[in-house]
């Protein structure tokens, strides 16, 4: 889309990867609301911890 992310995020599901809620297009809440896959794992070096969109808990550092 010719944005830049700031983070991104993996599905636990699918393995779709999207940007963060910090990026302006927050494709990963997106693909949420679209397919109801619940966990989101982050996709950056050195961060090691999954989001449950359903319970609202992160799991890990």
């Known amino acids: 889309m010719g944005d830049r992310w700031v983070h991104l995020r ?12 910090s990026s302006k297009n ?12 619940p966990v989101m794992q982050s996709a950056e070096r050195g961060e090691h911890w999954r989001w449950c ?9």
């Open 10 to 21: 993996t599905c636990q599901t699918c393995g779709n990867v999207g940007c963060c809620d």
């Open 26 to 37: 927050k494709h990963a809440t997106k693909h949420f609301h679209a397919t109801q896959h």
């Open 53 to 61: 969109y359903v319970d609202e808990i992160m799991d890990g550092e």
